[in-house]
């Protein structure tokens, strides 16, 4: 491999890995309000299976989660969660009642969409 293609392939990579670096929140003013969860993924360029819930960040702390069941059992569920914004990540609980927790990093945040890494899927979301 000559110089110039090393050259060129750590600019390519660097660009790349700027394109979704993560957004750090300095509080919780930027993600309030509701968003549309319109799909979820193992990892950015994972396939995404799509989903149709809807996430309400509240300002004192609360996470609304409203799902809709595919199946038809419960037409609509509403779950309230803890969130908080710590060192520029989004700390939410991992499941109602529990206090274990989960980091979720915003990698892509503009006016409109979000993206969020947690542990172990990545979450697209739209604002409504």
């Not at 700027?18 to 396939?47: F, P, Y």
């Amino acid at each position: 491999m000559t110089r110039k293609t090393m050259v060129s392939c750590l600019f390519a990579a660097l660009t790349a890995a700027s394109v979704h670096a993560d957004v750090k929140l300095e509080d919780n003013s930027k993600i309030l309000g509701k968003w549309r969860v319109t799909a979820e993924a193992a990892g950015l360029d994972r396939d995404k299976k799509a989903l149709n819930v809807t996430w309400d960040f509240q300002p004192d702390g609360t996470l609304m989660t409203t799902g809709e069941d595919t199946v038809g059992r419960t037409k609509e569920m509403e779950i309230a969660i803890k969130y908080s914004v710590v060192d520029g990540i989004i700390r939410k609980q991992a499941s109602p009642g529990r206090e274990k927790y989960e980091d979720c990093a915003v990698i892509e945040l503009d006016g409109k969409n979000m993206i969020l890494k947690c542990k172990y899927l990545h979450f697209f979301l739209t604002r409504k």
